[in-house]
């Protein structure tokens, strides 16, 4: 059974800085291209990056410099580095493989609040 459980959500001002996790159990972290989605209200659900197996990473040109995922293997754990964070950011924030989701392994997500 596939379980992804994201976390490191929270308030934070423009600017400022966040690091979210998203820990992975079964075979899809080993074998699956993964990436971090984001939802904002009223938004539909929107692929912001991304990260081979092999450390191949592709972004959204809405974050591009300014967001990054590393993975650690051995951990089974996917990061998003969020730095220079806007207003415009604000979301919740969920992990699945990628580029394709999987709908059956959506995890609660974690949100994500910029205040200007």
């Known amino acids: 059974q596939v379980q992804l459980v994201e976390s490191g959500g929270g308030l934070v001002q423009a600017g400022g800085s966040l690091r979210l996790s998203c820990a992975a159990s079964?075979?899809?972290?080993?074998?699956?291209?993964m990436g971090w989605y984001r939802q904002a209200p009223g938004k539909q659900r929107e692929l912001v990056a991304r990260i081979t197996r092999g450390g191949i990473t592709n972004y959204a040109d809405s974050v591009k410099g300014r967001f990054t995922i590393p993975r650690d293997n051995a951990k089974n754990t996917v990061y998003l580095q969020m730095n220079s964070l806007k207003p415009e950011d604000t979301a919740v924030y969920y992990c699945n493989r990628a580029p394709y989701y999987d709908g059956r392994y959506w995890g609660q997500g974690t949100q994500v609040t910029v205040s200007s």
């Open positions: 079964g075979s899809i972290f080993s074998i699956n291209e």
